[in-house]
């Protein structure tokens, strides 16, 4: 089968492997769509993602749907065609933090695109059953990949908890953001401010109910939330791009003692902190693994608001084209919000 490897600093290179049969307990699955991750643009343009570098050759990629192909010993379930989303993180079920229902820190947590641990863009893949679960038929296999960083969103939810009436904030539009400025809405926040350098994706951000789109190239986000809410700040921020200085600034324009949930992945192994402003407005905040159990509840929201969620997929390319699509993403070029590659 072909699999698409980063070898080298920003470098791609498409190889032929062996395809195994799946074992007991495992479903063969021709992987149909995989959308490119935040994470996955941290490997490719800087190398490493915060204080863990690469180690090449790697298989990025995890957020696939994907087509049965045939099933394992030990499996009932499934059936050649049946179409599945895919999870890209196998727990122990046995260690301290899977016991308490903690499986985002799973001890022995295997996340499929890291070192090691070989992701989707590739044609195949054998995934124990349980990482299978039914593809909402409302929307496609590149739409569907959503799921992923849909469940990551709803997972920041239950730290940032934005309740009817409140305001809130998000550093971000990229899919994340994006995903996070449509809970908030659905939730009944009565006012957003989306800040993202990028205006295809500040439209993006309005059209899924951001009332306030800040371009932080030309307008200082601190300086323009402060004064529209009198100085007070908003009740809840969500950092879902983690770079520029975005930790800090999500600090400034929370109000005292509001919610500060930090989503994105900072690039850099060390982050310049301002613990004072913090201190100060007496925050809560908070950091986010990933997701934990808000899968099933991701795809029941993409299954209930399919026209929501289908415009943020704007490009699909197929494996082919894999380096030369990082790189227009990495620029930030072309309009890009969530881009799919197709092997």
């Known amino acids: 089968m072909r699999v698409a490897e980063l070898y080298d600093f920003r470098k791609f290179r498409h190889t032929e492997v062996p395809l195994a049969a799946p074992g007991p307990g495992e479903v063969q699955v021709r992987v149909r769509a995989v959308g490119i ?22 298989v990025l990629g995890h957020e696939p749907t994907g087509e049965v192909v045939r099933s394992g010993a030990q499996v009932s379930g499934w059936s050649a065609g049946d179409k599945a989303i895919l999870e890209p993180a196998i727990y122990c079920y046995h260690c301290e933090f899977c016991r308490s229902g903690r499986h985002n820190l799973c001890e022995n947590l295997r996340f499929l695109s890291t070192s090691g641990d070989p992701g989707f863009f590739r044609e195949y893949v054998n995934l124990p059953a349980p ?17 992923e960083p849909l469940a990551v969103a709803l997972h920041s939810m239950q730290f940032g908890l934005p309740k009817l009436g409140e305001t809130a904030a998000v550093f971000g539009a990229g899919p994340i953001g994006l995903l996070t400025v449509a809970l908030l809405q659905l939730t009944g926040v009565r006012r957003i401010w989306c800040i993202d350098p ?38 809840v921020v969500f950092d879902c791009a983690a770079k520029d200085n975005t930790i800090n600034q999500a600090m400034q324009v929370a109000r005292p003692a509001g919610r500060v949930v930090i989503t994105g992945i900072p690039g850099d192994a060390q982050v310049r902190f301002d613990y004072h402003t913090l201190r100060r407005k007496e925050l809560y905040f908070y950091s986010v693994r990933r997701s934990n159990h808000e899968t099933e509840s991701a795809l ?4 209930q608001y399919p026209e929501r969620f289908a415009p943020l997929v704007t490009h699909v390319r197929p494996l082919e084209h894999i380096g030369p699509t990082f790189e227009t993403l990495a620029r930030y070029e072309d309009g890009m919000a969530k881009v799919v590659i197709t092997p």
Not at 132 to 144: G, K, T, W
């Open 131 to 147: 990482n299978l679960l039914p593809m909402p038929a409302e929307l496609s296999f590149e739409q569907n990949t959503l799921f």
């Open 198 to 235: 990028v205006e295809r994706r500040r439209e993006l951000a309005g059209a899924l109910g951001a009332a306030a789109l800040i371009d932080p190239a030309a307008v200082d986000p601190v300086t323009q939330i402060l004064a529209d809410t009198g100085r007070r700040g908003v009740d």
């Open 300 to 303: 029941q929201l993409m299954r």
């Open 37 to 58: 991750c935040g994470s996955d643009l941290h490997y490719f343009s800087e190398g490493r993602i915060g204080d863990t570098p690469c180690a090449y050759p790697m």
